[in-house]
């Protein structure tokens, strides 16, 4: 029994040796290794372009449109027109109640009567002490205090009499005509109450587009920008602004479009302000130069190789820099 069993255990070992030896005797295709792949190399093409500081403020494209006010604050009194109807220049539009405009006159003349009986008290009240001096001093004092506000007199005098007029020529002109022919696109009602400024009504002229940009800007901030364009339906169209067309008490800013554009009254727009313009020069990403010892370098590619460069440079922004010298259109700069 013990014989046989070890039989077998020498016959299953001989037959295992066997197959592996007859696999080591088969012809294999030995797996090749990977080689490590080369760190890929970026570049940046030196090209000219435009650099530029931009400002982004949010859009509409509107008709334009005028909004309406009295001169004086008060009551309306009647509105001769609806919402949405369309009228002509010098139509009128809205009455307001007379009253509001004879107060303002009636309290402009008190001011300058007033004013006039002030002067007349204070020289009378220093025309007495004088009486009373006694010595040539006190008497130099008061004649100058004398003439001290007869001149501060003649200097108001002028400011309150140019109100009174001002508020008199206004008697009479409590309505509101079309400015130009339009549609009114919003409208207080009879019997309402609006502050002095403010507006009764608005109408806008849909023969005549322009882009409305969030924010009041004035002429001299207008001055500070190189360049205005808008982004619409996703192209790039020319601006312009004109100081005649913008209002101190405005939120916003009317700039006219300059071309031929496919848009629509409501469409939103992205209005683009473009300040310190360098045209064609140039340039590589920022990001690209290091700088060492008040220097700066980059890794200009030449051929398979990379070479450090010193490059000078001009005006940068945000993502941009100027080359001014160490670098020549086409050269490819490393950019990893």
């Known amino acids: 029994m013990n014989k046989k069993i070890g039989f077998l255990i020498l016959l299953l070992c001989g037959s295992v040796l066997g197959s592996g030896c007859a696999k080591n005797a088969e012809k294999t295709q030995e797996i090749p290794l990977l080689e490590p792949a080369e760190a890929v190399i970026q570049t940046e093409e030196v090209i000219y372009r435009d650099l530029y500081e931009i400002t982004v403020r949010d859009g509409e494209y509107a008709p334009y449109t ?21 009228v002509e220049k010098g139509e009128l539009l809205a009455e307001m ?47 100058l205090s ?57 109408i806008s002229d849909l023969s005549r587009g322009f882009v409305v940009a969030d924010g009041y800007l004035s002429a001299s901030d207008a001055a500070k ?13 020319p601006l312009s602004y004109d100081e005649k067309m913008q209002k101190e008490t405005d939120t916003y800013t009317l700039f006219q479009t300059v071309g031929g554009e496919n848009v629509a009254f409501g469409d939103f727009v992205s209005v683009c302000l473009i300040k310190n313009l360098h045209e064609h020069v140039l340039s590589i990403p920022k990001k690209l130069v290091t700088r060492e010892n008040q220097k700066n370098y980059v890794y200009v590619l030449e051929g398979e190789r990379s ?17 001014t010298d160490g670098l020549k259109e086409g050269d490819r700069v490393y950019a990893k």
């Open 307 to 323: 070479t450090r460069r010193e490059i000078q440079i001009g005006y940068s922004n945000e993502l941009f820099v100027e080359v």
């Open 97 to 143: 109640d007379q009253n509001a405009y004879i107060n303002a006159e009636t309290n402009a003349a008190n001011r300058y009567w007033e004013a006039i009986m002030e002067r007349d008290n204070e020289i009378k009240r220093l025309e007495q002490l004088l009486k009373k001096a006694q010595t040539a001093e006190e008497r130099k004092f008061y004649n």
């Open 66 to 86: 005028e909004e309406l006010s009295f001169e004086e604050g008060g009551t309306i009194e009647n509105v001769f027109v609806k919402l949405g109807q369309t």
């Open 225 to 237: 920008y190189d360049r205005f364009f808008a982004i619409i339906n996703g192209k790039r169209v």
């Open 146 to 202: 004398i003439q001290q506000t007869q001149d501060a007199y003649v200097a108001n005098e002028k400011l309150l009499k140019k109100e009174w007029d001002e508020a008199r020529a206004k008697l009479g002109n409590n309505i509101i005509e079309a400015p130009f022919d339009g549609v009114i696109t919003a409208l207080r009602s009879k019997g309402d109450r609006v502050e002095n400024g403010k507006a009764a009504l608005a």
